[in-house]
């Protein structure tokens, strides 16, 4: 922490007049800035993200476009963005460079966490037309492997319970929606932010299944006055650190709690879907497309594929960050192999897009040293994140009967990271997954046979399809790489796939020689 820090200014409006050259600043007039869109969860992500958008667009073409942030989980906002008026500082970082940005488009922020009503209150207002969400992947509350709503969620019991007094999202927005129909009637925009395939799908089938048991109607006024988008979004903006916050007070002489740092590459595409009036975030650099479905597969599987793949074989190997896995050897050669010659081959033809350039691009953007993003933070909710970034391209794989002795290994991966946490493997780290107390069952009750271990977990289906479960194929790639990476050497499953795989490539070039 900075010497000096107790007698530096916080961020505010009074500083924006005063900020240091290095610092961009809004370039509108804030105070006239009104709330006309919402967001539930106001963490990293949004804050160098959509807000940032937000904020281009307010300086491009001023709107009544102000962001009502509100939060229905920790933190609380009221302590950090809220005593600095919604100002923050947007650090884009990329080794040794360093860009940094106030952004004004959230003008109001509100905390949720003991009730849904002040959340209620700003969603059900005829001043709000759009709400955005990145309220993490289990925020739906839906079964990972359909999409189904979780009707044994038990936030879902309360709520179907209790729909007046809502904590889920489904419920929370379903309730919302009831409110608007009782007051105003106005239309609205519901756009999810998050890292899910085919996320407003998602969002419609939960809220609408959740409507559907209140049964007064909703579900049908929700059909014709809502308008759920699907959007793949990008940009690696990690946890903020302790460090990050310093660094703002070293390097610009203020304080700030709100800081979000991220990388320079950003990205939003969104499906051309909407429910009334819409901020033209398309004139600053996203893009309304038709379908969102081939972003959405070359995003998840290549970069957030090779995240987690990086994020579980790195806590294994003993390495903290993305940064610090790839510049491992073994793991770079690997992540490369694993993402040109199976996760490329499942790809949709992307307009613009050469998958190649892009695979080289995502290893870039993950050698960023500058971004800080641990390991486990990544590997948190993996439950959540397999299927779309590797249980769905081993899928695609074997349909076209393809090798998969790859992708499997950061399946088994996930695995071992949940199982090592457990007390029978000596709970070598702490971990944060729905599904950890359930694999800890698993391991307590299997011990350390890998083939009993796969077995048990392989019948999870709500995370493995039972058909992709079956297949003898990944059955055995699976049960192989779990026992090595449970073994004293974890990497030797890496090792072995890269080996094999040489050697399939090799026979396949001799046949195809002759
Ligand atoms: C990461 C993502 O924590 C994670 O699951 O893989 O947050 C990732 O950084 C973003 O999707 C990048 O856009």
Avoid at 398 to 424: C, D
Wanted: charged share 20%.
């Amino acid at each position: 922490m900075n010497a000096g820090s107790t007698s530096l200014e916080t961020l505010g409006p009074e500083l924006l007049v005063r900020l240091p050259a290095g610092v961009q600043k809004p370039a509108y007039n804030r105070t006239a800035l009104q709330p006309g869109m919402a967001h539930l969860g106001v963490g990293a992500f949004h804050r160098s993200h959509q807000a940032e958008y937000t904020d281009d667009l307010l300086s491009l073409q001023f709107d009544r476009w102000g962001v009502v942030g509100i939060n229905i989980r920790p933190p609380s906002l009221a302590g950090t963005l809220g005593r600095q008026s919604g100002l923050y500082t947007r650090l884009i970082r990329e080794n040794s460079h360093i860009e940094a940005r106030v952004i004004g488009s959230i003008v109001k922020v509100v905390d949720s966490q003991e009730s849904a009503e002040p959340a209620l209150e700003v969603l059900a207002s005829p001043d709000i037309d759009l709400v955005t969400m990145t309220v993490t992947e289990k925020g739906y509350c839906h079964i990972p492997s359909s999409g189904d709503l979780d009707l044994d969620h038990p936030d879902i019991v309360h709520d179907l319970a209790n729909p007046e007094a809502p904590c889920s999202v489904p419920g929370i927005i379903a309730r919302a929606l009831e409110l608007r129909r009782a007051t105003h009637g106005r239309s609205m925009t519901l756009l999810s932010c998050d890292n899910i395939p085919t996320n407003g799908v998602i969002l419609q089938n939960v809220v609408r299944s959740f409507a559907e048991r209140r049964g007064n109607g909703l579900a049908d006024w929700i059909a014709a006055n809502a308008a759920f988008p699907c959007a793949m979004v990008d940009r690696i903006a990690p946890a903020v650190t302790q460090d990050d916050l310093d660094s703002v007070e070293q390097w610009f002489g203020y304080r700030d709690g709100a800081v979000a740092v991220g990388e320079p590459f950003r990205q939003w595409v969104i499906e051309q879907k909407f429910a009334g009036r819409m901020p033209r975030w398309d004139l600053v650099g996203a893009t309304f497309v038709d379908d969102v479905t081939p972003f959405e597969h070359l995003k998840m599987r290549v970069l957030n594929g090779a995240q987690t793949t990086l994020a579980t074989l790195g806590v294994l190997a003993g390495l903290e960050h993305t940064s610090d896995a790839i510049a491992d050897p073994l793991l770079s050669a690997f992540i490369r192999r694993m993402l040109i010659e199976e996760t490329q081959p499942t790809l949709m033809p992307v307009p613009g897009v050469l998958p190649l350039a892009y695979v080289e691009q995502s290893l870039g953007r993950l050698r960023n040293t500058a971004i800080r993003h641990r390991n486990h933070q990544i590997a948190t909710d993996g439950s959540q994140k397999i299927v779309q970034r590797l249980l769905n391209p081993i899928r695609d794989r074997l349909g076209q009967g393809g090798s998969i002795g790859l992708l499997s290994v950061p399946v088994a991966g996930w695995m071992a990271y949940l199982i090592q946490a457990s007390s029978r493997f000596g709970k070598r780290w702490p971990v944060s997954d729905p599904y950890a107390g359930k694999m800890a069952w698993i391991a307590d009750a299997t011990g350390h046979d890998a083939r009993a271990l796969a077995s048990a977990i392989l019948a999870i289906d709500t995370i493995f399809d039972p058909g992709l479960a079956a297949n003898e194929v990944f059955r055995a790639a699976i049960t192989s790489a779990l026992g090595e990476l449970l073994s004293d050497d974890p990497m030797a499953a890496v090792r072995h796939s890269l080996e094999q795989d040489e050697v399939a490539r090799l026979k396949r070039s001799k046949q195809s020689a002759l």
